[in-house]
């Protein structure tokens, strides 16, 4: 069962937003959100360490999209997505790591805990 519970996502138009966020059973110090099309290897596009609030994002996300570790939401990450593409298309996964330097690759199988997924479309 897993450790981390996604909310969000959904249908939306070109150009439009939407927020993810994902809340974790227990503490831990790197939190974030991948992305996966059909085809595609699994993309981190963007991570926070929730206690210093560094974060890092893929070229695909850097400006549009913003990762948030608000401090009165205990385990909780929020990812906040402006100017959707339909490119953004995607089942989007929450993801967590016991580790704090993680977030410099954002590589897949440096986190331990997954979400389930969910799903995002962007009409064109």
């Known amino acids: 069962q897993s450790q981390l519970v996604e909310s969000g996502g959904g249908l939306v138009e070109s150009g439009g937003s939407l927020r993810l966020s994902c809340t974790a059973s227990?503490?831990?110090?790197?939190m974030a959100w991948f992305r996966q099309a059909p085809g595609k290897e699994r993309e981190g596009i963007a991570c926070i360490n929730t206690e210093t609030k560094e974060s890092t994002y893929a070229f695909s996300a850097a400006g549009r999209f913003t990762i948030a570790a608000p401090d009165n939401i205990k385990n909780t990450v929020q990812l906040q997505m402006t100017s959707l593409k339909p490119e953004d298309t995607a089942t989007y996964y929450c993801?967590?790591?016991?580790?704090?330097?993680?977030?410099?690759?954002?590589?897949?199988?440096?986190?331990?805990?997954w979400g389930q997924g969910t799903q995002i479309t962007v009409s064109s």
């Open positions: 227990g503490f831990f110090y790197t």
């Open positions: 993801a967590a790591s016991p580790w704090t330097y993680v977030c410099r690759d954002r590589k897949p199988a440096d986190f331990d805990e």
